[in-house]
């Protein structure tokens, strides 16, 4: 290397060989390359492989030209970082082709029209047809579930943080988090007992009922989270004025907290709202506009997903994709309007 | 082996905030140099510009020159990570690595460096926890926890993991803030014995401490927050602590300023 | 994210009264608006106790009801046939077809997932950092029946290519051979699974590395340690358990998924020796799929395999509880 002029007779002990800055851009442009000529040569049409080959002829590629130049730890240390950028790469492919997929066959059918109308007079087979009756159907159950869940979890943080000492806060903490591991299924499976105890048809409540109990814990979790940020100092600020603990609570502590709690409820939200199995067993899906959450079947938004998809035909697939970027678009709205007010309100001391 | 370092205009960024500004000075070998200073006058910035730790901090970046035995650890070439292995480090808080045991913690810089006997690496170990100070009291322990210890024996065993892969230069970036006085006085000893074998540079806060460790002294002002901090003067200790060339230096000693 | 037990052990943050206050505040005895709050703060924690309670005596209950006239062994047989007389079926195949989807999945995700996270923390230039963390904390909440959707439209038709390369070369080892037909098959179901739980993974386990103490970090550094050695004597060592949690949370993600898995497999009560091969079933997609054509009988015999399902997920959920609970205790030494 030209450095080996400039330095002086003796050997140097802190520069060792390295490779140019340019050369794993070099190396992956090769890689690409070779990989492409073994697809084509080999006739291998998946893109895919295409891409396992490059990858792996990247990390190779780099370990055995550093480890003649540089030595065998900087070649790890190559090796590594090739490693995790592949890495990178391998799962941003699959993640950003389903991103534009359902952007790109989302915004074929998906407009004013397809909004405001149901697939009551719609076969599977034909094009036309909205989703107005899921996206009713989903706000209902959704809504109904959040007004279950989302008092019955900030109260029980409540209770946790404030109140709770001894067995009954313990095992509450330990039963909260067994019911963040249940699957949805399992909690649909749960109320359609019920349902086949009182032999009850499918009706949009039930379906709620049982988002009501996926969403619960993570409430409690996250609103467990902001109640502990709140300093002592505001609590006992309050008491030593002679305000009694419920107003102290109410007057003080969840005011300070409430951007946190508003966040971790939305989030929740975004995560039941694309629940499909237990509206499967629950509300049974329909093809009509069903208003009234407590009497009949109702559609809902990923079930409707779920059942266009399942029919098979071209212009139902079409009707799945766009009720999917609708399905989508809601839970990243929510998130990212959960965030920002997270952002907004958070304490200024955080990192 | 210890190397004398020579800095010459040595400038340090945070982003586009510039840290100290314009510094140059020489470190004898096989001697201890102190930097004192008011908070944030850059000294321990400085300090981690002279193994290249400063540009680990996001936005870090240095201009000017910092010769060791003639050789820029900035000029094009140099690998950073050879430069640390020549210029080791203590740093203020005891920092053993806390999944390792104690004898794993002083290997752990040998062990980077390819593959060793296991007498090999045990005879290092034992020269290293001796050299520290540490060998009688963790002999008997070697394959329990480094944080089990108390914290002046964590620094220690830091130092022995430090000196253990042979560097020319120990830095310490106040190596004793954090411990009580017994465990200060031990490192100060352990820095007496150092200065035989490696060119050590020490950061501190304690004046008195600079006093009874240091050859020279070099001292560190700003002109106000916000700027760049600068080297005032340095000199031998004595001078420094009797009689400083600088009105400004004379101040911060006899404590007439922050 | 900090899926913690810390209200069980450490004092809870509330201020700390007088014994005698902190005795009638307990008791909520004085004022009407202290009782009546306490009662519906402790009332909804009661309540949640007794939700539990119900799911498992209600799902036992009618899993009794329909393993009592079970004619095939419950465990073992490889068949679902409820609307036969006598009714034979056993969750032999799902138990199979769950357990080795979520290996597949684990297998694959986990090394990606901790790769992206140590990119994120380590590798990444540092403005790109935070906006692509924004987006993969984003892409976790894609929901299942999206990944479902993508897989059976996207993802099946271009494992073609893959499958044939696969049974080409690894066909010998029997694992990886394959008849052709469509790839609908359970290791079809891991690569989506995959997929699906690598955000949640790649999450936790990049909130776990951004925690390692600078410090120790600079330690390494100040060793002579290449970024990689760095990660591998500061990072790896004190993210391990976290990673291990985060993967166990993936885990049981996968094991409970349902749609997903309904989208893109061709179910059958056979067990192949093959992974490409179409066939197999899990808990939760066989729930799915059976259930709309099911008697009261074939319900009831579906929730027997819920509560199966149940029982698993409550294992996996509470490994990973005792894990992040022993770490607690490790790492309190050098706080």
């Known amino acids: 290397m030209s450095n080996a002029t400039i330095a002086d007779k003796r050997p140097s002990t802190l520069r060792g060989a390295r490779l140019p800055k340019w050369s794993p851009y070099a190396i992956a442009a090769g890689s690409v390359a070779v990989a492409i000529g073994i697809g084509l040569a080999a006739g291998l049409d998946s893109r895919v492989q295409w891409g396992l080959i490059a990858g792996l002829l990247y990390v190779f590629g780099s370990y055995a030209i550093a480890a003649r130049v540089e030595g065998r730890r900087q070649a790890k240390d190559r090796v590594a970082t090739s490693l995790v950028w592949v890495a990178f790469l391998l799962a941003v492919v699959p993640l950003v082709s389903l991103v534009w997929t359902t952007i790109a066959r989302g915004v074929k059918v998906l407009d004013v029209y397809f909004l405001t109308h149901s697939m009551g007079v719609v076969a599977d087979s034909q094009p036309g047809g909205g989703i107005y009756h899921a996206i009713l159907g989903s706000l209902e159950q959704v809504g109904l579930a959040t007004l279950i869940a989302a008092p019955i979890g900030v109260l029980t943080a409540i209770y946790l943080v404030e109140y709770g000492r001894g067995g009954l806060a313990r095992s509450v903490t330990f039963f909260v988090d067994v019911m963040t591991g249940i699957p949805s299924i399992v909690a649909g499976l749960f109320i359609l007992s019920l349902m086949l105890m009182f032999d009850m048809q499918p009706f949009g409540f039930a379906g709620s009922l049982a988002l009501a109990i996926l969403m619960v814990p993570v409430v409690v979790r996250s609103t467990e989270e902001m109640l502990k940020l709140v300093p002592n100092e505001l609590r006992e600020a309050s008491l030593a004025l002679g305000v009694p603990k419920w107003r102290t609570i109410l007057k003080v502590v969840l005011p300070t907290s409430i951007g946190g709690i508003t966040t971790g409820i939305m989030l929740a939200i975004a995560r039941i709202a694309g629940e499909t199995a237990p509206v499967l067993l629950l509300v049974f899906g329909s093809k009509f506009i069903n208003a009234n959450p407590f009497e009949g079947a109702q559609a809902s938004l990923p079930l409707y997903i779920y059942q266009q998809y399942g029919s098979g035909e071209t212009p139902a697939y079409d009707r799945a994709w766009a009720a999917s970027l609708t399905l989508i678009a809601f839970v990243m709205i929510l998130n990212m309007v959960a965030r920002g007010i997270a952002r907004w309100k958070a304490p200024k001391t955080g990192r | 082996m210890a190397k004398r370092i020579d800095v010459s205009g040595l400038t340090a960024y945070y982003g586009s905030h510039k840290a100290i500004e314009d510094i140059s000075m020489t470190v004898e070998p096989r001697s201890v140099t102190a930097f004192i200073g008011p908070s944030g006058c850059g000294k321990s910035t400085f300090l981690r510009t002279l193994n290249r730790m400063h540009e680990v901090t996001s936005g870090g970046r240095v201009e000017g020159k910092v010769l060791l035995d003639d050789e820029d650890l900035y000029g094009p070439g140099i690998d950073p990570v050879s430069v640390r292995r020549e210029v080791g480090m203590v740093f203020q808080r005891p920092n053993p690595f806390p999944t390792m045991s104690i004898f794993d913690n002083v290997a752990a810089g040998l062990r980077l460096n390819g593959s060793y006997k296991k007498s090999e690496l045990q005879d290092v170990v034992e020269k290293s926890l001796k050299g520290a100070n540490l060998w009688n009291e963790v002999k008997d322990r070697l394959n329990k926890p480094g944080s089990g210890l108390s914290g002046g024996q964590q620094q220690r065993l830091c130092i022995a993991r430090a000196i253990a892969v042979e560097p020319k230069v120990l830095l310490m970036d106040e190596p004793c803030s954090a411990l009580d006085p017994i465990s200060t006085l031990a490192i100060e000893d352990l820095i007496g014995e150092l200065k035989e074998r490696f060119t050590i540079v020490i950061v501190t806060h304690n004046m008195q401490q600079a006093a009874r460790v240091s050859d020279r002294t070099a001292f560190f002002n700003l002109a106000a927050v916000g700027q760049p901090g600068k080297l005032i003067e340095i000199d031998d200790t004595e001078r420094i602590f009797s009689n400083p060339s600088v009105q400004a230096t004379e101040d911060y000693i006899s404590g007439r300023f922050g | ?335």
Request: without cysteine.
């Open chain 3, 1 to 335: 994210m900090d899926i913690s037990t810390q209200s069980t052990q450490s004092p809870l943050p509330t201020p700390q009264p007088p014994p005698t206050e902190q005795r009638r505040a307990a008791r909520g005895a004085t004022r009407p608006g202290d009782r009546i709050f306490l009662g519906l703060s402790r009332g909804s924690g009661i309540l949640l106790l007794v939700i539990m309670a119900a799911i498992a005596v209600f799902l036992t209950y009618r899993a009794v009801l329909a393993i009592s006239e079970d004619e095939g062994n419950f465990l073992t047989t490889f068949e679902w046939n409820t609307n036969t007389v006598p009714p034979v079926f056993g969750i032999a195949v799902l138990a199979f077809g769950t357990i080795v989807s979520s290996i597949i999945a684990m297998v694959i995700a986990v090394p990606i997932a901790v790769a992206i996270a140590l990119f994120l923390t380590h590798y990444a230039p540092r403005r790109l950092r935070g906006p692509i963390a924004y987006v993969i904390d984003l892409l976790a909440a894609v929901p299942s029946i999206v990944y479902g959707l993508w897989g059976a439209m996207v993802l099946v038709p271009h494992l073609t290519g893959l499958f044939g390369w696969l049974d080409a070369y690894l066909g010998w080892t029997g694992i990886f051979s394959w008849e052709g037909g469509a790839p609908r098959s359970m290791f079809t179901v891991g690569i989506l699974l995959a997929i699906m739980i690598l955000p949640i993974i790649t999450n936790v386990s990049r909130e776990v590395f951004r925690q390692v103490p600078q410090m120790h970090e600079e330690a390494a550094l100040a060793l002579g340690a290449t970024r990689w050695e760095v990660i591998r004597m500061a990072v790896i060592p004190f993210g391990r358990s976290g990673v291990i949690s985060a993967s166990m949370l993936g885990l049981g993600r996968a094991l409970g998924e349902t749609m997903a898995v309904a989208t893109v497999l061709s179910p059958d009560f056979i067990i192949h020796g093959s992974l490409l091969n179409p066939g197999g079933g899990t808990f939760a997609q066989n729930i799915a799929s059976k259930f709309s054509e099911a008697t009261e009988f074939g319900r009831d015999a579906l929730i027997a395999s819920g509560l199966v399902l149940f029982v698993i997920t409550l294992l996996v959920n509470g490994a990973a509880r005792a894990i992040i609970a022993r770490r607690k205790e490790y790492s309190g030494a050098n706080a």
